[in-house]
């Protein structure tokens, strides 16, 4: 399974899934890309998962067409240590998550 880390998710998070092939949107030169188009190179670059905070992408992309799975990380902010209590659920859900369903996570 490869995981996309979209720019707004601290990049140290990737430590905590050693299970999976996780890359950043910024080491794949894709920074400046909108959702849509990001959404359509995970496509064709074989990413399964994008991991987020940017709870509003459920509502203006068709995830399903995308053909890929979103996990959105809902915490008090996106950095380190308030993400990291999100970890044993993420890790949980990519077990079972299938192309274009989104599940949001919360530590609240």
């Known amino acids: 399974m490869r995981i996309l880390l979209d720019k707004c998710v601290a990049r140290p998070l990737r430590r905590e899934l050693t299970d999976y092939q996780v890359c950043t949107v910024v080491e794949m030169g894709w920074s400046g890309k909108k959702n849509g188009e990001l959404l359509q190179l995970m496509a064709q670059e074989s990413f399964t998962v994008l991991l987020t905070t940017d709870q509003n992408l ?40 299938a192309p274009g369903v989104v599940v949001e996570i919360r530590n609240f």
């Open 58 to 97: 459920r509502y203006q992309q068709n995830l399903q067409q995308a053909g890929v799975a979103v996990v959105v990380l809902v915490a008090s902010s996106n950095r380190l240590p308030d993400l990291l209590p999100l970890i044993p659920s993420v890790c949980s859900i990519l077990e079972t998550i």
